[in-house]
């Protein structure tokens, strides 16, 4: 422990990973499940920086969000293939349980809501943009938080959806929870479902209204966070409430 | 400290070698402009837009778009380097500087040690006045000799390129002078107080 001023801070040192599990979430998004020894825990929507080294010496780092809840023994990241990418095809098409590498983390303090900071709470996710909305909405749910809780979340077809029967399992057992999933690009038969990218028709009649002061997380590509913050604002919604991530194709988080 | 492990199967697939010395340690080159903010991007229209110096409670200088864009103008070239990792190379901007921001105030040299930027959406980052002075910063309003998209923190930001890219604050309105250094946003949030990317100085303690 170092003193910085008047708070007493923790080094962020380097620590070993080692794979313990992996899922398939979609066809291009895998989960790894990492064993971190003396992890420090986590807020919900903290991220963390990841170190590859190759034989030889090379390195990379990227920075991921953190999925899994403060809650959960393994601290687990959700990549998704990025094509021509030099770290995400490794961990979504490479690594096998017992492989190690580093880590070092948590980072990042205002992305973040615990059940303490209550309701009523707004994610809104294009697509791996869910990460870290799902360590928030796994820890509310680990911790029965009784906070009223809607997610808008954008993908471009079914089959892209990442943790969608995990989300359909929380909302069956949950009525303070409401998802509402929007296909954009390509839909399947039947589907009821909203069929375009997240508008301002769209954010007004499901985000709770301005005067109940929601917590309101927006992450995914730069494009929709930008369209949906700036919505949020000409709906009313208080700039300081509107939390973002953004992400793009090669640069920012989730990469 | 031990040696880190070895990631099985994990090999180099950068393209292009860019020189070591143009790319800090644990950065990677990108083509594109990333964007990251914490909140919504600020619309603000040119005729309400002004910026100000200020030291203790006084303003020093206050200027409005017109009067800001007739102060002499610089163009640099500089590489950037964001802490989420990615670097971008060659980047052209054009604005005014700090030196002729003090020069516009009539101040030989600069009143106070630390600088505190603060920025639309209450975003702040502090700065050494020492790493402002001398062709090190400006306000910058073009990129690419266009108008700086909102996005990217038009009309004005901050520009700081030798230290990490959250230095250079978007939507930049009023750069405080401090006597005593105090922290920004991030700056609070566990990243680190000065962020000179050769140093890699990511977080506290780094």
Redesign the interface.
């Known amino acids: 422990m ?1 003193k ?2 008047s708070s007493t ?4 040192v ?1 620590q ?1 990973a080692e794979v313990r599990a992996l899922v398939q979430e979609t066809y291009r998004v895998r989960s790894i499940l990492l064993n971190v020894n003396g992890w420090p825990g986590h807020l919900p929507g903290q991220h963390v ?1 990841l ?5 030889g010496g ?6 991921y969000s953190i999925a899994s809840p403060p809650e959960d023994k393994f601290v687990t990241l959700t990549v998704e293939h990025v094509d ?3 770290v995400s ?2 961990l979504v098409g ?1 690594v ?1 349980p017992g ?4 880590l070092r983390g948590p ?5 973040v809501w615990t059940a303490a900071m209550g309701g009523p709470l707004v994610l809104i996710a294009g697509g791996s943009g869910i990460t870290p909305l799902m360590a928030m909405l796994r820890h509310r749910d680990r911790q029965n938080s009784p906070a009223v809780a809607r997610l808008m979340y954008s993908s471009r077809s079914l089959e892209d959806i990442i943790y969608r029967e995990e989300l359909d399992t929380m909302v069956h057992r949950d009525a303070n929870l409401c998802v509402i999933h929007a296909l954009t690009r390509k839909q399947p038969e039947g589907w009821i479902g909203y069929r375009r990218r997240i508008d301002k028709a769209l954010l007004a009649k499901t985000c709770f209204p301005p005067e109940e002061r929601p917590n309101i997380f927006v992450c995914g590509p ?1 494009p929709l966070v ?1 369209s949906v ?2 919505l ?2 000409e709906l009313g919604h208080d ?2 409430a ?12 989730i990469p | 400290m031990a040696e880190p492990p070895i990631a099985r199967g994990f090999k180099s697939r950068r393209q292009e070698q860019t020189p070591k010395d143009r790319l800090p340690p644990g950065q990677y080159v990108t083509t594109d402009f990333p964007v990251l903010s914490a909140g919504p991007t600020p619309q603000i229209k040119l005729e309400d837009w002004t910026f100000a110096i200020q030291m203790d409670g006084s303003i020093l200088g206050k200027w409005r778009w017109k009067e800001f864009e007739a102060l002499p103008q610089t163009t640099k070239k500089t590489d950037i380097h964001c802490v989420t990792k990615w670097s971008k190379l060659d980047t052209s901007w054009q604005g005014v500087t700090f030196d002729d921001l003090l020069r516009a105030l009539g101040l030989a040299k600069p009143p106070a040690p630390y600088v505190m930027a603060h920025c639309d959406g209450a975003y702040t980052t502090n700065i050494p006045t020492k790493d402002l002075i001398d062709g090190k910063s400006m306000i910058a309003t073009r990129y690419d000799d266009l108008p700086i998209p909102p996005a990217h923190g038009g009309p004005a930001r901050l520009l700081v390129p030798h230290l990490y890219f959250w230095k250079s604050g978007k939507w930049v309105r009023r750069l405080r002078f401090m006597q005593e250094e105090e922290r920004g946003f991030w700056e609070s949030l566990g990243y680190h107080n000065y962020g000179d990317p050769w140093k890699e100085q990511r977080y506290d303690g780094d």
């Open positions: 170092i910085t001023g801070v923790r080094r962020l380097w070993v920086d170190r590859l080294t190759a034989d090379y390195q990379a780092q990227r920075s021509n990418g030099e095809p490794y490479e096998r492989d190690q590498f580093e980072i990042g303090g205002y992305f730069t930008e913050s700036s949020l604002v700039p300081h509107i939390r973002t991530e953004r992400f793009g194709p090669s640069g920012g988080y």
